[in-house]
């Protein structure tokens, strides 16, 4: 008799069978919790046998699209169809559901034995592949089609398709790390490699372009706890580095401003840490990606930590950060985050020695870091109403928008100087955005001011911190792909009635 299955077995992944049985046994406890937890809103059961997972649900499709995220898997197989572990059972349950799929197709049968023989693997293998020959061209070395037959005692499981896992370690079997999380694409990509090691992390943003940005960083966090820290509940702790920006600005000389706002970082997230339990910092540096990531100034940096800082991504070039962005889906979130970096026009420094730093730090006021570790807020990602929501153009911060340029507005193009001159809105003044952060404070505030960009996202930001600033200033919503979409003369905004 042959028997549709609600089976899925599941395959950890191989180091883990390597760890001593005591600790193996506590890592697969790890790894069910975080599978029961990830799959609570679907009926299940789950059980283990020879060194598998066995996952039973009526919602297979469902299980299948969450199991790719959940750490410590290396494969599992949706089962076909379960029937009596006898030859002729076996036989005809292979013919009947794997007929079609080698169709036109070369194929092999691999047939595993568990328990006492009952019947040859070898003769199964034989007899089981015969009845497919016609339909599919036999080829057992370089297969289109395995179809795998798992002898059991009392069934055998029939399956064909071995999908792959996260691999890695269960989350939560190496202790607490906390993310230096910035919105670019390192940081989060960094974030998924050390969960993906086992560590429970949470992140700590040090905000230089407030609540906008906060919302877009927060979106960022939320995708990696919603779909990739199953069995544990990340929080999100907020500093607000303005006046830390400021202080730094004002008593640092400018070449320096890149490595010493580092180090500032690294002492608010040890701050955080202490309140976490994190036994670790993790960031996104990759090794000469910037100038404040050179061997040198690394050393420089680090010195200001006294916790372990974690590099997952030191030896990782652009494109298989961003690739890997892409992979666990944080890609066009971090796209739309503006970068902060161009803090000075000043050339940074590649090389720095630690006791230079040290002396230019001494001018800086150390009350000011420490307000701003007092104030640190705590969120929890996956609250919908804690905290920012959304993105540029999404949730929160919906007087930061319009969705046409309103008559008599001065238009502010937020584009490098040559994207400008590509294609610029009739009339618009270019001011770039690394230097528009230091330039609006000497503008008319009568005016009324709406900005663009490539993405929305820098205009966003930028409007923001004008409206901070006493400005009447709102970005254009969805970037320069829609605004060229508009009609070619400005039109009122209907927010305007």
Not at 338 to 351: D, G, H, W, Y
Not at 407 to 433: K, L
């Amino acid at each position: 008799m042959t028997a549709e299955s609600d089976l899925i077995i599941l395959r950890q992944a191989p180091e883990i069978h390597l760890k001593a049985p005591g600790t193996r046994r506590h890592f697969t406890r790890i790894l069910q919790r975080n599978l029961r937890k990830a799959l609570e809103d679907i009926p299940h059961r789950l059980a283990t046998a020879q060194g598998r997972l066995l996952l039973r649900t009526a919602e297979r499709e469902r299980a299948l699209e969450i199991l790719p995220r959940v750490f410590g898997l290396s494969t599992f197989s949706p089962v076909v169809a379960e029937v009596e572990p006898e030859l002729e059972a076996i036989v005809d349950g292979v013919r009947r559901h794997f007929t079609e799929v080698v169709r036109g197709r070369t194929y092999a049968v691999r047939c595993k034995r568990q328990g006492t023989k009952r019947v040859s693997a070898t003769r199964i293998e034989r007899e089981a592949g015969a009845a497919l020959n016609g339909p599919g061209k036999v080829n057992l070395d370089a297969p289109d089609v395995t179809v795998r037959i798992d002898l059991q005692e009392d069934r055998a499981w029939l399956f064909s398709e071995r999908r792959r896992g996260a691999g890695g370690l269960p989350l939560g079997v190496q202790g607490r790390t906390l993310v230096l999380l910035s919105g670019g694409f390192d940081s989060a990509v960094a974030a998924w490699y050390m969960m993906r090691r086992g560590t429970t992390a949470d992140f700590v943003f040090c905000n230089l372009g407030g609540p906008t940005h906060e919302a877009m960083v927060a979106a960022i966090a939320r995708r990696l706890a919603g779909d990739w820290a199953h069995g544990t509940r990340p929080r999100l702790y907020v500093v607000d580095f303005d006046a830390v920006v400021e202080d730094l600005r004002a008593s640092v000389p400018g070449d320096m401003w890149q490595i010493v706002l580092k180090r500032l970082m690294y002492r608010a997230a040890e701050a955080v840490a202490a309140r976490s339990g994190a036994e670790a910092l993790v960031t996104g540096e990759a090794l000469s990606q910037v100038s404040s990531q050179t061997l040198s100034n690394l050393q420089t940096i680090d010195a200001a930590a006294t916790l372990p800082v974690l590099r997952p991504l030191i030896g990782f070039d652009k494109q298989e950060i961003t690739d890997r962005a892409r992979a666990i889906g944080t890609f066009e979130l971090c796209e739309r985050v503006p970068e902060f970096c161009a803090l000075s026009e000043q050339p940074p420094l590649v090389e720095s020695r630690t006791s230079r730093i040290e002396r230019a730090e001494a001018a800086l006021d150390p009350a000011v870091l420490q307000q701003a570790i007092d104030a640190v807020c705590e969120r929890d990602p996956l609250a919908a109403d804690d905290g920012p929501d959304g993105v540029a153009g999404e949730g929160e911060g919906e007087g930061i928008f319009v969705d046409r340029i309103p008559e008599g507005a001065t238009v502010i193009d937020c584009q490098p100087p040559e994207a400008y001159r590509c294609w610029h809105w009739p009339g618009a003044e270019n001011h770039p955005a690394d230097t528009l952060l230091q330039a609006f404070a000497d503008w008319p505030a009568d005016r009324e001011y709406v900005l663009y960009c490539q993405r929305g996202s820098n205009s966003a930001v930028i409007a923001e911190r004008m409206q901070r600033a006493g400005f009447r200033a709102r970005a254009f919503r969805g970037g320069l792909n829609r605004l060229k979409r508009q009609e070619a003369s400005p039109l009122a905004d209907p927010a305007q009635g």
